[in-house]
């Protein structure tokens, strides 16, 4: 058994996996757009579990990942990451968005989850490229189950807006 990759055009805080990933800001207390969304749906008891990683450890740093609980969505886990501000590409972005994702899937393994899904890391309010985003996502998922092939079961690519999610739907012809 392999890691099936899927692509949903959808919501994230509808999906009923183990763990969801929230495109986090560094302060882990909520924002905009996925952020804010997952927060919302998800309750007091996410936002509670953020403050105590911000006292113990003073939040998280970009291309990190942290864990909490899911609250009221239908996953088990929220596992937040902080993606990069696209800056030109001059400033590492594209080193620190694998590393998100990178991140996010060992924490994942850490935690003997099984199904996984991802939102568009950084595409939102932090400007980076959406086709560029999208094949270091895909790139880095894939160097990580090629090298843990039966790690989790499931690993989905929720993609909120049409252009997200043709861009996924090119580059994963043939997987999905």
């Not at 039966?150 to 909120?160: P, Q």
Request: include cysteine; hydrophobic fraction near 40%; charge should be negative.
């Amino acid at each position: 058994m392999s890691t099936k990759l899927t692509l949903i055009q959808g919501d994230i805080t509808k999906i009923a996996s183990d763990a969801i990933v929230n495109a986090a800001n560094s302060s882990l207390l909520g924002g905009g757009g996925v952020d804010g969304a997952i927060h919302r749906a998800g309750g007091p008891a996410i936002l509670e579990e953020c403050i105590q990683i911000r006292n113990k450890q003073g939040g998280c740093k970009i291309g990190e990942a942290v864990i909490t609980t899911a609250g009221r969505l239908p996953a088990k886990y929220v596992i937040h990451t902080v993606g990069p501000v696209w800056q030109g590409g001059r400033n590492r972005e594209r080193e620190l968005l694998s590393n998100c994702y990178r991140n996010v899937l060992e924490l994942a393994l850490e935690h003997g989850i099984k199904t996984l899904a991802f939102p568009n890391i950084s595409t939102g309010i932090y400007r980076f490229p959406k086709a560029e985003a999208a094949a270091l996502a895909l790139e880095a998922v894939q160097a990580f189950v090629a090298s843990h092939p039966d790690a989790l079961e499931e690993i989905s690519f929720v993609c909120y807006d049409d252009e997200n999610f043709r861009l996924y739907e090119e580059l994963m012809k043939g997987e999905v």
